[in-house]
């Protein structure tokens, strides 16, 4: 195949959808990888001039591991991972839910790494390797709200400098930071609205940043190891709960006055 291949993990749908259409737009082969998604996935491949659909459960280890091995057989030209997929369930640090805590670690900090280690190991490419991790402004900014959530980005944000120096000198590995972009939960468009413009610049990051952030990451100039954020300065902010919480909260106010 002539043209750089890309793997977006969860890139059938949300952020990892916007960076599948960012590399496809600049003519990559883009892997699309899904889990329950697999409908959106297919979709979206077929609008796409050179896309493929891979499913994996990223819960199992060996089968994540499984996939990046079958892949990197088959191109001569796989230039970057981007690890999107994430899970993001609720519960608090005064409550840590076993079950929740142990699903987070795997899906958002363990296979990442995993699949990381191995697109390193065994991909080939002529222009060098890149791995971008999503992580989450809550790496600058946490707070008590979503607490196996945060706890696996923060484990995950610790593999990048440490990739970084192990890796060859033509590969780099990253961390992409977004903060609050699309709605989340059970979030009306009013809430959304408010709680995505708690930010210094109080404006509404749009997710077309974070897939320019991610191109740019993928063949920019930057230092290996370092973290990206796109949050319009939320992460320099200091925020007691999550910005859900915090819109919700701001309504309810809004409406006892």
């Given at each position: ?15 990892g959808e916007a960076i599948v259409r960012r590399f496809a737009a600049e003519g ?183 897939a320019d952030a991610a191109w740019f990451l993928a063949t920019g100039p930057l ?19 999550d910005v859900m919480f915090l819109a919700r909260e701001n309504g309810a106010c809004?409406?006892?006055?």
């Amino acid at each position: 195949m002539a043209r750089p291949a890309v793997l977006v993990t969860g890139g059938a749908r949300r952020i990892g959808e916007a960076i599948v259409r960012r590399f496809a737009a600049e003519g990559w082969h883009v892997v699309i990888h899904c889990h329950a998604s697999r409908n959106e996935a297919q979709a979206l491949a077929s609008e796409l001039p050179s896309a493929e659909v891979v499913s994996c459960d990223l819960a199992d280890n060996a089968a994540a591991l499984a996939m990046i091995e079958r892949l990197a057989e088959r191109f001569d030209d796989w230039r970057v991972l981007v690890n999107s997929a994430s899970v993001f369930r609720p519960d608090a640090a005064t409550a840590l839910d076993p079950a929740i805590f142990a699903d987070a670690m795997q899906v958002n900090a363990a296979a990442p790494a995993a699949m990381a280690q191995a697109f390193l190991r065994l991909a080939r490419s002529h222009a060098g390797r890149r791995v971008i991790d999503l992580t989450d402004q809550k790496l600058a900014n946490p707070n008590p709200d979503f607490f196996s959530y945060t706890a696996s980005k923060h484990a995950l944000a610790a593999t990048v400098p440490m990739m970084a120096m192990a890796a060859d000198a033509a590969d780099r590995v990253y961390a992409l930071a977004p903060g609050a972009i699309l709605a989340s939960h059970d979030q009306s468009p009013a809430e959304t609205e408010v709680s995505h413009r708690m930010n210094l610049l109080k404006r509404r990051t749009g997710v077309e940043e974070v897939a320019d952030a991610a191109w740019f990451l993928a063949t920019g100039p930057l230092t290996s190891g370092q973290t990206l954020f796109v949050d319009s300065g939320q992460h320099l902010l200091s925020q007691p709960r999550d910005v859900m919480f915090l819109a919700r909260e701001n309504g309810a106010c809004k409406e006892r006055g």
